[in-house]
């Protein structure tokens, strides 16, 4: 009966010029450790234009933890797809072949290609084919049309599969895909002694590509090692740093004090309008700069403590708008509250959440100099069950998007005055409250988005 079945594999029994070859697919298939190109080196391999073995060839890839063939690459007999030849001397053991850029390149964009990797097979399916091959580890035969046969998988049905070989590559007995061959134009049977060639062929091909995927491996670990290095050392870089900030900040905060202090003083014995008053006006004013500025830096540069408490965001958000109410008055900006009725509390520690709002509201209203509108929304996520999102929105234009990415960077600022450690210490204010911070542009202007996770309501005394 026409179908698929399982071919009984005798011991290969090659001829030379096989033998000579499986040698040169070895030594080709042992030049290259990128995945990539070994994929293609080992499809062409079987489709060569100069000598093809089958007219097309398929590879699809096993992924354990999914338990899916993912299709990678489909390559057919064609002249711009073949093979080239390097190797010293004049013995055939001592040559391999070798792919060029150019034709990886067509073959990955090729319509077949592209028809293949829009294939994942789950190897849960029970069609026999896929018993044969991936749970059994044996070469599979299907012998007759693929529109006609239960037995074949529908996924290379719908490749317009005819008669095909469907054969495991291993890697000592660990499956780590599956090639499919062909003769689509001919459809010329697929003889036993070459399923037994391309048994052999397989097994060195699954050792190839199991190889590659652990050097991958191996090469992100080293990576993520080095990276993770590199981290360390710039933190610890940038401790001693804050280290030598902190105690700079702390040796210049008090001659400030002291040259604003006399600077006042100074002020109160000067008449009005008098260029010596102006100067006094512009030290004291620049020493208070200078004050702000430095407990900025010593604020960033020490690490927080954290005094844990149930805190109601609801105040928290209110607390901050009122504290902020004068600049409101002065810039006439309409406050917008859309805050949910029900109680949204948050375990943290409130005088930093305040700050952190604080911030995020003088941000917004110092974005919109000449009057605007602040809405500040608070409501719980309907995504993400237990997060409480507070978004504060102004009018005042927007952030150009080339800086959006730097506003949480220390020491960045847009702003004439700025310290540019607002956002950077917001930013770690709510990280150490195990919530996220982001910037982006509405329609008219900033909108920045806290999430925070929510905790129990304190219990009634």
């Known amino acids: 009966m026409a179908g698929s079945r399982t071919p009984h594999m005798q011991a290969p029994e090659l001829s030379i010029e096989e033998l000579t070859l499986l040698y040169q697919l070895s030594n080709t298939l042992l030049s290259t450790i990128r995945l990539n190109k070994l994929t293609h080196l080992i499809l062409t391999a079987l489709t060569n234009h100069a000598n093809p073995l089958f007219e097309r060839a398929m590879l699809f890839l096993y992924n354990d933890k999914t338990g899916t063939l993912q299709g990678m690459l489909g390559v057919t007999t064609d002249p711009d797809n073949g093979l080239f ?7 055939p053991l001592a040559r391999r072949w070798d792919i ?17 990797r829009h294939i994942r097979i789950s190897t849960e399916d029970r069609c026999p084919l896929i018993k044969r091959v991936v749970i059994d580890r044996q070469a599979a035969i299907v012998e007759q049309d693929a529109d006609s046969s239960p037995t074949i998988c529908q996924s290379l049905n719908e490749l317009g599969a005819t008669a095909y070989v469907a054969i495991p590559l291993l890697s000592e007995d660990k499956l780590t895909g599956v090639v499919v061959v062909d003769n689509p134009n001919s459809r010329r049977p697929i003889q036993s002694a070459r399923i037994n060639f391309l048994t052999l062929f397989a097994r060195q091909a699954g050792m190839a590509i199991e190889n590659s995927m652990i050097y991958n491996r191996m090469e992100d670990a080293h990576f993520n090692l080095r990276d993770a290095k590199e981290r360390l050392m710039h933190g610890e870089r940038l401790a001693a740093i804050g280290e030598m900030a902190a105690n700079l900040v702390h040796e210049l905060k008090h001659p400030l004090v002291t040259i604003g202090g006399f600077a006042g003083r100074l002020v109160k014995t000067l008449p009005e309008g008098t260029r010596e008053r102006q100067y006094a006006e512009t030290i004291i004013d620049e020493s208070v700069h200078l004050e702000n500025m430095l407990s900025d830096i010593l604020a960033f540069s020490r690490k927080p403590t954290i005094c844990y408490s149930i805190c109601d965001m609801a105040e928290i958000i209110n607390s901050s708008l009122e504290s902020s109410a004068p600049l409101h008055d002065e810039h006439a900006i309409r406050v917008i509250r859309n805050i949910d009725d029900a109680p949204a509390y948050v375990l943290g520690d409130a005088y930093q959440l305040k700050q952190a709002f ?9 974005a919109m100099p ?9 409501y719980r996520s309907p995504v993400k069950e237990g997060m409480l999102i507070v978004s504060i929105e102004d009018t005042g234009g927007g952030i150009p998007l080339e800086m959006q990415s730097k506003l ?20 770690r204010i709510i990280q150490n409250h195990n919530g996220t911070i982001t910037a982006t542009n509405s329609s008219h202007g ?16």
């Open 85 to 91: 030849q390097i190797g010293n001397g004049d013995s």
């Open 100 to 116: 060029l850029g150019s034709v990886i390149d067509k073959q990955r964009t090729s319509p077949l290609s592209q028809r293949v």
């Open 358 to 366: 604080l911030n995020l509201v003088i941000n917004a209203t110092e």
């Open 370 to 378: 000449n009057g605007g509108t602040l809405e500040i929304t608070a």
């Open 408 to 427: 949480f960077s220390p020491f960045f600022t847009t702003k004439h005055r700025g310290t540019g450690l607002g956002l950077p210490i917001v930013n």
């Open 446 to 461: 900033a909108v920045f988005t806290v999430s925070l996770p929510l905790t129990e309501p304190p219990q009634q005394q």
